[in-house]
């Protein structure tokens, strides 16, 4: 069974940055994208970024500009670089990685910013 394990969430202020890594324990094949989600308290998990197998990268809009996603698919690793944080982007953030057959989800990682 394949397993996501995410690290370098934390606590940090407002302005600052958070690098968030994710990396599969074994090679992971036919991956249609790789990405990053975040669920907030009381509000509805959503997309921040993904980028797909060729390529193509979608960003929230409001983390565009301050967000960076990027992988390295020999080491089945996706990461995202997070600058500018505000408050508004304290969630848990999950790893995604979608394959033709099945979604694997990481066990979160929890990131928050203070004002």
Do not use: H
């Amino acid at each position: 069974q394949v397993q996501l394990v995410e690290s370098g969430g934390g606590l940090v202020q407002a302005g600052g940055s958070l690098r968030l890594s994710c990396a599969a324990s074994e090679r992971i094949f036919s991956i249609n994208a790789m990405g990053w989600y975040r669920q907030a308290p009381g509000k509805q998990r959503e997309l921040v970024a993904a980028i797909t197998g060729g390529g193509s990268i979608n960003y929230a809009d409001s983390v565009k500009g301050r967000f960076t996603i990027s992988r390295e698919y020999a080491k089945n690793t996706v990461y995202l670089q997070m600058n500018s944080l505000k408050p508004e982007d304290t969630a848990v953030y999950y790893c995604n990685v979608r394959t033709i057959r099945i979604d694997y989800w990481g066990q979160g990682t929890q990131v928050t910013v203070a004002s």
